[in-house]
């Protein structure tokens, strides 16, 4: 039996069409049958969240304010053109105007399809956040060595 | 006979060092006979328009905004100290004074050098562009996974 | 003997978080037996200046102005909520709290392992710098196609 094409990604950044490109990308690739791995660090547990939206989250009060500021999946800022959130909701209007699946729906099918998603710990640590900050599907807590071990053989994106 | 290297690249952003570095890294593999995939998607896609600067293109009031915010290839902004648009055309400068390539000419070498174009499929239909507003040199409109597969046993990077 | 697993990292981000994610890659890599190899390309030089704070190095006006703004190893921006500059403090004071590495730390670790550091021709011949402005610890000054082909069969990623 030949082995199963493999994508990893790492997924570092807080912005909107990134995470648009992480869960397109993961979505995409679990539906022509890939194992998918993402591993969210930084900005880029905004996404795994629990909360949706900004909360006040993390132990100590620099990563409470830290992790109010950066805000959760439903307040990602775009890259470029921000116009201070703004532009995320337009383009949400746009992608639904175009029955184009949104970040909701991207990252809902992402979990339909058996993405595995795992936290890096050492963010974690720095943000002050725990396990339970996330949602259940987080399969692991891993530290990045594990992680690039675990994508050997496939193809592996930093985001 | 040995099977040829293969670089991918899925070229998101639209700042202009970023471009600066698909095409530079492009036609530098496609010089040492690389078979060279670039996918462009979203900000990316501001590099293979028909038109070199801004422009109302697209389909619906929203894309058309979009796309002239945005711009082409030829008023990309720098990721870090843009100086509304000074930057670019100081670092332009810089380039042309040292005898590098500049954006232009490393995309005209791209082209020449056999680098094949692909243009997002999702990206386009969100930001209302067709077929023809890109150059003709751009090969195939492609979704995501159908990328993924033809970069299959090379190097893919996320720029 | 199997061969050493290997990671290639094309560092081109002058930010203070990317900067984070090159060193915690190579470092956690290195630990654990990888050949790493790292491609310093613009704003990512300013990793390996000799020089760690802003300095006016570089020939010619252009090239001194953007290597000062840009700064050095020491005073990176963070990619959000940079805080005109007072966020990596804080960042780090949250790493140091937490017994994490800090960036210093990193670079060091990834030096100590053996992590390869290389600076890309181009972008030093754009930015006027020459070999002296970097650290010792740089094994040598390629292009971007050499590098391409050193990391042929392992990980690359693009930060």
């Not at 591993?39 to 996404?47: D, E, I, K, V």
């Not at 963010?123 to 956040?129: N, S, T």
Request: glycine share 12%; charged share 15%; net charge positive.
């Amino acid at each position: 039996m030949a082995e199963k094409n493999k994508l990893s990604i790492i997924s570092m950044s807080g912005d909107f069409d990134k995470a648009i490109a992480v869960f397109t990308l993961a979505s995409g690739a679990a539906a022509v049958n890939y194992e998918v791995n993402i591993f969210f660090t930084f900005w880029g547990l905004n996404s795994i969240k629990n909360v949706g939206g900004r909360s006040f989250i993390g132990k100590g009060v620099l990563a409470r304010f830290f992790n109010f500021l950066l805000g959760g999946r439903k307040n990602l800022p775009l890259s470029r053109l921000n116009f201070g959130g703004l532009s995320p909701i337009l383009m949400t209007g746009m992608m639904k105007g175009k029955n184009v699946a949104t970040l909701d729906e991207l990252f809902a099918a992402s979990k339909a399809l058996g993405v595995n998603f795992y936290a890096c710990e050492m963010a974690m640590h720095v943000l002050g956040l725990t396990r339970e900050d996330f949602i259940p599907e987080v399969k692991d807590v891993l530290g990045v060595a594990s992680f690039l071990e675990m994508s050997q053989g496939g193809q592996t994106l930093f985001i």
